[in-house]
């Protein structure tokens, strides 16, 4: 509504900068309510992985378009896992932002799926900042980030929830071409 009301500029930066600080504060807010919902006891139920893994992905589009980078799925087999739905959303979730962060405009964060006997992997990579070798071992620990604004409970707490419903998550690894993460889930 504010586009068509002419205002003098002290009045459009002052309106920017609330605007600007509204998103940042809502954002960190539903990060930490994502967190705490983690917490919770498993609610464990059989769920197709592809419907978790696409709606997971069309909630994280809005961020990826705004940071300008191009989120990727490729087509994969469905089958029925037993899993908690919030935690492995949430779990995924972290994964796609966390790989947004590490990009700049124009790189790519790709979600790929694969089916095994007895496993599922869901995988994803992107070809943003990588993560130095000496950190690999470090980036599940509690209060651990690299992030300026991160409080260091993403990761360890998707990554003990995660064992909590029979899966895991994991740095596959993080070189001059790729950074690769995977959710391994029991079937």
Known sequence: RLSNVELDEDTKISIDTAIKNINTASETISSLISDL???????????????????????????????GVELIVTDFSDCMIDTDK???ESALTNLIFNAIEACSSGCSVCVDCFVEPKEVRVFVK???????????????????????????????????????????INLVHSNNVETLFEIVMLR
């Open 86 to 88: 919030v935690k492995f």
């Open 126 to 168: 992107n070809d943003g900042e990588k993560i130095p070798s000496a950190l690999h071992n470090k980036i599940f620990e509690v209060d651990f980030t690299t992030k300026q604004k991160g409080n260091g409970l993403g990761l360890a707490i998707c990554k003990s929830q995660m064992r909590l419903v029979n899966g895991d």
């Open 37 to 67: 919902r983690s917490l919770s006891a498993p609610y464990i139920t059989k769920l197709s992985v592809k419907s978790l893994v696409l709606n997971t992905v069309m909630l994280c589009e809005e961020k990826a378009k705004k940071a």
